[in-house]
């Protein structure tokens, strides 16, 4: 399937609510395993979304990517920033030349976050979320048990990529912040498919 | 010159400070440097190291960082500017002022990376 202008905002829209009210939860995830301030970026970053659109509404699904990643990139101030931003930015270009299926769409930005972050899947990172979520999606299977079952595997992993890193051994058991903003975004595109 | 320095860092402090150290070592280079968020505080900045390699006199930049969202948002920069600029994973402070000493006397390319590479902490 190939995501609408009008799915792809509501889903922006609702994954913009949920930061906003989740903020709370994310920093006391990153309190256990970083520095605490994830729920405090990201909102900050929703925010800035939502000033972004009220400024000028996207027309185009690589408007609506764009604009969502520079709020990101601009505003959240942590790693999440340049890492949300640059996925966006790569859908952003990839959906100016083409019309993306979803799945494919989704390997962008992951493949994104992997540059980015050099990094990969098994590391604890977001990338434990997008991957299996991407791989769901080419398959027309994304659904909430994918997103539920990427955060279970990820909490088991010993974290070898940033901050909670240093943790080693004392990361096991906990949710890496980044996994659960990314299950964030992906509930939202559940629902707005759905919706 | 041939040469500019760039410095990232979290911290507003920790690249200015960073900026006097080694602009006693090297007077005549151009330094800039893109500090903390746009509130000053803790974090990084795209736009602030935007400005920095914009503000920057070097032809090419020498960009030194401190910590991952640093490196992260420079290499974002580095994929959008038509300005060359290489980045050093090395000690931010040791790297950048023996850089800025080999620049300030027109050192080649080869040599600053040359004396650069026992630096090379990440």
């Known amino acids: 399937m190939k995501l609408e202008l009008t799915t792809a905002k509501k889903w922006i829209a609702l994954f913009v609510e949920k930061l906003e009210n989740n903020m709370a939860v994310l920093n006391e995830l990153d309190t256990a395993i970083g520095d605490g301030d994830h729920g405090t970026n990201m909102k900050r970053g929703a925010e800035a979304i939502t000033a972004a659109f009220a400024k000028k509404e996207p027309e185009t699904l690589a408007d609506l990517y764009k604009t969502t990643a520079f709020a990101m990139i601009q505003k959240v101030g942590g790693a999440s920033g340049p890492l949300y931003g640059t996925a966006f930015l790569d859908m952003s270009k990839a959906e100016k030349s083409d019309e993306l299926e979803l799945g494919d769409l989704l390997q962008i930005g992951t493949d994104g976050l992997k540059r980015r972050g050099q990094s990969d899947v098994g590391m604890k990172t977001m990338i434990d979320v997008w991957q299996p979520v991407s791989e769901a999606a080419k398959n027309n299977q994304l659904n909430q048990k994918v997103i539920d079952d990427a955060l279970a595997k990820g909490k088991d992993l010993v974290a070898t990529k940033g901050r909670a890193s240093y943790l080693e051994e004392k990361s096991k058991g906990h949710i890496d912040p980044g996994s659960q903003s990314s299950a964030y975004l992906f509930e939202s595109l559940i629902e707005a498919i759905g919706a | ?122």
Do not use: W
Request: aromatic fraction near 4%; charged fraction near 25%.
């Open chain 2, 1 to 122: 010159m041939k040469y500019g320095i760039v410095i990232v860092s979290h911290s507003y402090d920790i690249a200015q400070g960073v900026k006097k150290l080694i602009s006693q070592a090297a007077p005549d280079l151009s330094i800039t440097t893109a500090g903390g968020t746009e509130d000053e505080e803790i974090g990084s900045s795209l736009e602030k190291i935007q400005q920095a390699v914009d503000d920057n006199h070097g032809e090419e930049i020498l960009a030194f960082y401190d910590l991952g969202s640093s490196k992260m948002n420079l290499e974002m920069l580095m994929e959008m500017t038509d300005k060359k600029i290489h980045k050093y994973d090395v000690a931010l402070v040791e790297g950048a002022y023996t850089a800025a000493t080999l620049a300030q006397v027109d050192s080649p390319l080869d040599v600053i990376e040359k004396n650069l590479q026992p630096l090379k902490i990440k």
